[in-house]
């Protein structure tokens, strides 16, 4: 167990940030099966959606300093040029 004043606030800080960091992590991998799962079912409008959706979602996690500007970046990328394969055949 921590004895300094600060070692104890450093825990509970880190226990915050765990808590928090887990349901941010948790959302973007549910907002990406979204997309994914609208794909495979072949529903383009529902895929644009939850495009939207996720694309709106990740820019927002990284003003909040989740995930950085280029992963968000990517992830949108990858999920749009299967969204887009969609729509193109």
Same mark, same amino acid.
């Given at each position: 167990? +921590?004895?300094? %004043?600060? +070692? $104890? =606030?450093? $825990?509970?800080? @880190?226990? %915050?940030?765990? $808590?928090?960091?887990?349901?941010? =992590? !948790?959302?973007? &991998?549910?907002? !990406?099966?979204?997309?994914?799962?609208?794909?495979?079912?072949?529903? #383009?409008?529902? #895929? #644009?959606? #939850?495009? *939207? =959706?996720? @694309?709106?979602?990740?820019? *927002?996690?990284?003003? =909040?300093?989740? $995930? *950085? *500007?280029?992963?968000?970046?990517? &992830?949108?990328?990858?999920?749009? +040029? &299967?969204? @887009?394969?969609?729509? /193109? /055949?």
């Amino acid at each position: 167990m +921590a004895h300094h %004043k600060s +070692a $104890i =606030k450093r $825990i509970r800080q @880190n226990e %915050k940030r765990r $808590i928090r960091n887990r349901y941010y =992590k !948790t959302r973007i &991998k549910n907002l !990406t099966k979204a997309v994914i799962a609208a794909v495979e079912a072949g529903d #383009a409008d529902k #895929a #644009a959606e #939850a495009m *939207k =959706k996720a @694309n709106r979602e990740l820019h *927002k996690f990284v003003s =909040k300093g989740v $995930i *950085k *500007k280029n992963t968000a970046s990517r &992830k949108v990328s990858r999920l749009q +040029a &299967k969204v @887009n394969a969609l729509s /193109a /055949a």
